[in-house]
């Protein structure tokens, strides 16, 4: 029997493999099926929602613009990313200088929250108190040998998105940000402060971003790692699309951890569970 879903006050979106498709350079954007007409009716009855990407390279504002040429009716304050979540955290604990290792589009939020951004070459760039690994496609040895210097001083390693693989046009891609943190841990030997997706950190900011509790906010992902651990560890609403990792048929392998409360089989029938 499937369990019985509490009421839903909240939606958040998951953007790739949900909402739309993009390709490996995270352009060139293909509207799924479902996506306008469901934010549209979402935004008619009045329930709050937001979109929380793993994707780091582009500010919130720029982001949220970018879909809004092609059509997805979302606000500037409805889009959230990696860096919302981990400008956020910074500065609840005092950080204010922090190494970014990523494209300038990373430390936007950052900069926004009053945090001094650093970049490697730049003068005194290990003397930080943070290191934050975002969307870095050309990073190289000299930024991770100086995100190390800094870790070995003492600085807090915060990570963007430790998932490996992401969906696109293309199929599934690899998330950069991965393969550069394993790197880095290797060498620094210290823990991450994971500020996306599935991080519980992200999720209650999340639910301080609509104001309502999380036990009341439906969580809509296509990753069995990603978006449905989230909701399950975080006790929000698991709900799974077919349209990006994850097929129907894989959906029913998954173990209860990784299982959705409910499988859509069109984003628009998440409407039917809506008060």
């Not at 793993?54 to 304050?77: H, K, M, W």
Request: glycine share 10%.
């Amino acid at each position: 029997m499937p369990e019985r879903l509490p009421r839903i006050d909240g939606v958040m979106f998951d953007v790739d493999g949900t909402l739309l498709l993009s390709d490996r350079a995270l352009g060139n954007y293909e509207l799924l099926p479902g996506a306008v007409a469901t934010l549209s009716a979402l935004r008619e009855r009045g329930v709050p929602f937001v979109l929380l990407t793993n994707g780091s390279a582009y500010a919130p504002a720029e982001q949220a613009a970018r879909l809004r040429q092609i059509g997805l009716p979302v606000e500037d304050r409805e889009m959230i990313t990696p860096s919302s979540v981990a400008a956020d955290h910074m500065r609840r604990h005092g950080i204010s200088r922090v190494l970014v290792l990523g494209v300038r589009g990373v430390a936007h939020a950052l900069v926004q929250a009053g945090i001094e951004a650093r970049f490697t070459g730049e003068p005194q760039a290990s003397d930080v108190e943070a290191v934050y690994v975002g969307w870095h496609p050309h990073c190289g040895m000299p930024d991770i040998e100086t995100a190390c210097h800094a870790l070995w001083g003492g600085a807090k390693l915060y990570v963007a998105s430790n998932v490996p693989f992401f969906a696109t046009k293309q199929g599934r891609s690899m998330g950069y940000s991965c393969a550069i943190v394993a790197a880095i841990r290797r060498m620094a030997k210290v823990p991450m402060i994971l500020t996306g997706k599935p991080s519980p950190h992200a999720l209650r900011f999340v639910a301080r971003t609509l104001g309502r509790p999380v036990k009341s906010i439906a969580v809509v992902g296509d990753d069995p790692l990603v978006e449905i651990v989230m909701a399950r560890r975080g006790g929000a609403i698991a709900l799974a699309v077919t349209s990006g990792m994850t097929s129907r048929a894989q959906w029913r392998r998954q173990r209860r951890t990784h299982r959705p409360h409910r499988v859509l089989g069109a984003l628009p029938q998440l409407l039917r569970y809506l008060p």
